[in-house]
């Protein structure tokens, strides 16, 4: 639906944009008798999760940061920790050690680095580093888990350092399913130089920005470029003086997406289809960008998006958002239906990309985001067409990531689960009910949630994560 209603010029929220969420179980649950007898009877609890607003601080509370601790009380602290540390310090979060713990009442985050785990034996360490603060983490607290990449561990690495790395996926996921509150639990496994250049990734995760991602592994590696400057990276705008095309604009995500790569700093172009043009325009206006009225599965919109991508002096990031679908069971399915979705959610963002690669017009820092679903990770009654074609996008993402890394772009994908929005809207009441309190966080999630993860992958800083895919999905269990 396009707005006209006016943006918080920081955030890019535009709550007139969000549908209304007809989500009664949430507004039960949060009323004075729901919020006595949901969490007795262990029912989901869909409390209102914490997104981040202006001037707001990184975290509600003070953040721990911890190694492993021993059953003797030992705490094994790597070189991760101290990073963590520091790059959060940077941002003005009141970082704690375990020794100051006795003065703090709630904490607002925990970062535990447990990169220093070199057998199975030594993830009790987690207990030591989690439990004693685990009913002190305030509503909406966020904890970030620090691990070392099991598929990149050097050669001489044990198998005993494997298994323990690898434990912390299973460690991080059980985690989400247990904190409730609204808080998240993440996994980041370094490797290579990622630990370098994991300031970015710390700071969507453990802020509100990243409200609606829960049980999440996400990996950071060498940069595939030089990191900007950390007062811009730090700062409320870390995407000023980028360029950004994204399809699909009109309403709906994308011109969520739209409206937050603006108030970040972004210069926006909003694509869409002619029949929205008239949308299209009014999105654009009202989020401050500028409309190219294009179907992007025409045969001349490579060519075309170059050119204008040329005239603009050229492009830094891509997002891939436009897709439509046709749903029906593949005994009723038509070849043509099947094959429109293939083309619009897959066939034409890998040509727009490979023909932008091609020009040179995506080079060093570029972007490319393409937005998956899980749909596309677990399969769904009805959906082979959609499900063929967003798994396709990670398909891209896996085909397209060496060769844009080589130029010095990162290629990655986002992948929704329940969002609240028009298509999500005409969904049957049963299955929109499932939808949403299939997620740890008992929810569904805005558009703006979808946009955030965007936004991290799209910063400058954000060079050490290629290659990957991040569910936007609240812990859902779908394809878990
Ligand atoms: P939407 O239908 O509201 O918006 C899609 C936009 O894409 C529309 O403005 C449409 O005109 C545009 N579009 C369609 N074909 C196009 C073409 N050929 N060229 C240019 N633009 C075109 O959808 P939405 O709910 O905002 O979803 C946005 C993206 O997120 C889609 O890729 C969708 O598959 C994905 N997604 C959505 C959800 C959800 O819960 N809503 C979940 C997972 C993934």
């Not at 601080?57 to 721990?64: D, F």
């Not at 094959?339 to 020009?359: I, Q, Y």
Request: charged content about 20%.
């Amino acid at each position: 639906m396009p707005s006209s209603s006016s943006t918080d010029a920081t955030t890019g929220a535009d709550p007139a944009a969000e549908p209304q969420t007809a989500d009664r179980y949430a507004a039960f649950a949060r009323s004075p008798l729901g919020r006595r007898v949901v969490p007795g009877l262990g029912l989901p609890d869909p409390v209102p999760l914490r997104r981040d607003t202006p001037g707001a601080p990184l975290a509600p509370g003070p953040v721990l940061v911890t190694g492993l601790v021993g059953t003797d009380g030992h705490e094994h602290v790597g070189g991760a920790a101290g990073v963590a540390a520091a790059e959060l310090a940077a941002v003005g979060a009141d970082v704690v050690r375990r020794d100051a713990l006795a003065h703090v009442d709630r904490l607002g985050g925990l970062v535990v680095d447990a990169t220093t785990a070199g057998s199975p034996a030594d993830l009790v360490g987690l207990v030591g580093a989690c439990t004693p603060v685990l009913r002190r983490l305030a509503r909406g607290a966020h904890v970030v888990v620090l691990g070392l990449d099991p598929a990149a561990l050097p050669g001489g690495a044990t198998a005993a350092a494997r298994v323990a790395q690898r434990g912390l996926e299973g460690f991080t996921r059980s985690l989400g399913k247990e904190v409730g509150g609204g808080r998240t639990v993440q996994l980041v496994l370094l490797r290579g130089r990622g630990v370098d250049v994991v300031g970015s990734t710390l700071r969507f995760l453990l802020s509100g920005r990243s409200a609606f991602v829960s049980g999440q592994v996400v990996r950071v590696g060498d940069p595939v470029h030089d990191l900007p400057p950390a007062e811009q990276a730090r700062g409320p705008h870390p995407l000023s003086g980028r360029r950004a095309v994204v399809t699909g604009a009109a309403r709906g995500i994308g011109a969520s997406i739209a409206r937050l790569l603006v108030a970040r700093g972004a210069e926006v172009v909003l694509v869409d289809v002619p029949a929205a043009a008239d949308a299209l325009a009014a999105t654009a206006r009202s989020v401050g960008g500028a409309p190219l009225v294009l179907d992007i599965t025409s045969d001349l919109a490579p060519g075309r998006l170059a050119e204008h991508c040329e005239r603009a002096g050229g492009v830094d990031v891509v997002v891939h958002n436009a897709g439509i679908t046709r749903d029906r069971r593949l005994r009723n399915m038509r070849p043509d239906a099947f094959a429109a979705v293939l083309d619009v959610n897959v066939g034409a963002p890998l040509r727009l990309t490979e023909h932008l690669l091609g020009a040179g017009l995506l080079g060093r820092g570029g972007r490319v985001v393409g937005v998956s679903s899980l749909a596309g990770i677990a399969g769904n009654d009805g959906q082979t067409s959609y499900a063929a074609s967003k798994a396709g996008v990670i398909g891209m993402v896996d085909a397209l990531a060496p060769v844009a890394a080589a130029a010095g772009a990162t290629v990655n994908a986002v992948a929704p689960g329940f969002v609240e929005t028009r298509m999500t809207a005409a969904v049957p009441p049963l299955t929109r009910q499932l939808g949403r309190r299939l997620a740890s966080l008992g929810q569904g999630g805005l558009p703006v949630d979808v946009a955030e993860a965007i936004a991290w992958l799209a910063e400058p800083a954000s060079a050490g994560v290629d290659g990957q895919v991040l569910r936007v999905c609240g812990q859902s269990l779908l394809g878990a």
